[in-house]
């Protein structure tokens, strides 16, 4: 299973800007799509999750009602739509895949990871 990332760049406050994670490879049974952030100097924060089984999804409470996960099956992409940006969000964002869970919020709960996209929000 590989995945990669791509969409970031730098945005104003109160910009958006639309990530996407490309997923390639077979994964049996139920899994969760996941959304990473890390800031310098910080531990890889959880942003968002979907289930696999019914494309439920979960936010973390930073990002809760600004940011939307979203899925393209024919396209095999996850994608993460990140409306009224501020600076805190400035991170590099990762998108992962847990097999075996239909929510996942650790870091450890994730099996495959994309390589990162940088996302900065100037003030």
């Known amino acids: 299973v590989q995945l990669q990332a791509s969409g970031g760049g730098l945005v104003q406050t109160g910009g958006s800007l639309r990530l996407s994670c490309k997923v390639s490879?077979?994964?049996?049974?139920?899994?969760?799509y996941g959304w990473f952030r890390q800031a310098p100097g910080k531990e890889r924060e959880w942003v968002s999750c979907m289930a696999s089984s019914d494309g439920a999804t979960y936010y973390g409470t930073s990002v809760k009602g600004r940011f939307t996960m979203s899925r393209d099956s024919a396209k095999n992409t996850v994608d993460l739509q990140m409306n009224s940006l501020k600076p805190e969000d400035t991170a590099v964002y990762y998108c992962?895949?847990?097999?075996?869970?239909?929510?996942?919020?650790?870091?450890?709960?994730?099996?495959?990871w994309g390589q990162g996209t940088q996302v900065t929000v100037s003030s």
């Open positions: 490879g077979s994964i049996s049974g139920d899994f969760a």
């Open positions: 992962g895949v847990a097999p075996g869970y239909n929510a996942a919020i650790k870091v450890e709960d994730y099996q495959y």
